[in-house]
């Protein structure tokens, strides 16, 4: 494949077709230092996939990732993109195919900030009224108002000016990201929101990314697969997230993680995930007989009261059930309701601050699809921890 093939090919969402990258034993070795930076990494990040690189202060994630647009140079092994080294690339050429988003932002302060995004494709001479339409749809892909196009950097907010990083290194459309600490100056709550949108971005882009950060939380939220590195560029373990989680490979690895990773797994799954327990749904005016023969085989031995619309209006109580049809008496209330969305640590959370044993869980349009215990989550963990 020549360079302008790879430039040329379009993925099904219109985007330039991500590549994939390849570590394959490389090394770097600073002149003088005793040890390597980074010593053999083998890594294989497949297309459209985010690796995160993370690992202590000092263990080469930058130098790992800057061997890749070649703004370090390796001494030894290989780096391929697309399936082509590095090494035999012109500079220029294979970074213009990398997009890079470092720590500090480092946009031009004396530039707008639609000049900022528009860097790139000005030096690959696009013309005019292509740039300007790039511009505008980079605004609205990182959610700013067209207005900021014409702001300076020193008008926008840290989280912004860190989105505006983001839309420049993405200008070009390459096929390659590469970002390192992208979001570590942000203060947690905006990290949170950045984060969240770069992954909601990824899922239209698919880009192939490199992700660095020495944030365990952030590798397992945002990595397709993590490489975990410790001190002179070693490779721990290579994992998707609830591998690493469940199956740590190195007392490195599992102290990296933390104590706390059972929990971490929870925040993988989602309530949709789970085989769900089942309480009887009624509705008032229904039989009460029915309702006791239901009551013998369900998980859950309290009737749950629904709508019309089939959402949850709480759990009855037993002066309901005192007539030959259901009457409308709560013990509580459905709170909390469980979305089968949420991720199981959030519904987990949830439980606990409603001081509930039961959550009902509701679809889309609000109608329950079942209940979620902490007994039930009591059991996942248990068994993950014994597998
Ligand atoms: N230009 C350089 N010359 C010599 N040694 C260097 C150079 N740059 C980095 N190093 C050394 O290489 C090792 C890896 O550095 P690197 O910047 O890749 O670490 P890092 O994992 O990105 O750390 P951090 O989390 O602090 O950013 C460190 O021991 C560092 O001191
Ligand atoms: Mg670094």
Redesign the pocket.
């Known amino acids: 494949m020549t360079s302008t093939d790879i430039a040329q090919s379009e993925g099904p969402s219109g985007y330039r077709e991500a590549v994939e990258l390849e570590f394959d034993e490389a090394t770097k070795r600073?002149p003088g230092?005793e040890s390597p930076?980074v010593d053999s990494l083998s890594v294989t990040v497949p297309a459209g996939e985010i690796c995160v690189l993370v690992?202590p202060?000092?263990?080469?994630?930058?130098?790992?990732m800057r061997m890749v647009n070649r703004m370090i140079d390796i001494t030894g092994g290989d780096i391929r993109v697309g399936g082509r080294s590095v090494r035999e690339r012109d500079v220029d050429d294979l970074r213009r195919e990398i997009g890079y988003v470092i720590q500090q932002v480092g946009l031009f302060p004396h530039r707008t900030i639609g000049d900022n995004i528009a860097t790139v494709p000005r030096l690959l001479g696009w013309d005019k009224k292509r740039v300007a339409e790039r511009v505008q749809e980079l605004l609205d892909l990182i959610s700013l108002p067209q207005e900021m196009g014409r702001r300076y950097p020193a008008q926008l907010s840290g989280g912004q000016r860190q989105r505006v990083g983001v839309a420049r290194a993405l200008a070009a459309d390459p096929p390659l990201m590469l970002m390192d600490?992208p979001f570590g100056a942000i203060d947690p709550i905006n990290r949170e929101r950045l984060q969240n949108e770069f992954l909601r971005l990824q899922a239209e882009i698919r880009k192939t990314v490199v992700f660095?950060t020495?944030d365990i939380d952030e590798a397992i939220k945002m990595g397709d697969r993590i490489a975990i590195l410790r001190e002179g560029?070693h490779l721990e373990q290579y994992a998707p997230p609830a591998e690493l989680l469940m199956s740590p490979a190195s007392p490195f690895v599992e102290d990296f993680v933390g104590a706390d990773r059972a929990l971490k797994r929870l925040s993988l799954q989602r309530v949709s995930d789970v085989d769900l327990w089942q309480a009887p749904l009624v509705r008032a005016g229904d039989s009460v007989a029915e309702v006791r023969r239901a009551l013998e085989t369900a998980d859950v031995k309290i009737p749950l009261l629904i709508d019309e619309r089939g959402a949850p209006r709480g759990w009855l109580s037993e002066r309901a059930l005192a007539g030959d049809t259901v009457g409308e008496q709560l013990r509580s209330g459905p709170e909390p309701v469980v979305d089968r969305a949420d991720v199981l640590r959030d519904a987990l959370s949830d439980l606990l601050a409603h001081e509930s044993q039961y959550g009902p869980v509701v679809d889309g349009s609000g109608r329950v699809v079942g209940v979620l215990s902490i007994e039930l989550l009591s059991h996942m963990l248990k068994a993950e921890d014994s597998a």
């Not at 202060?57 to 790992?64: I, P």
């Open positions: 600073y230092a930076a690992g202060s000092g263990c080469g994630k930058t130098t790992a600490e660095v020495h560029g």
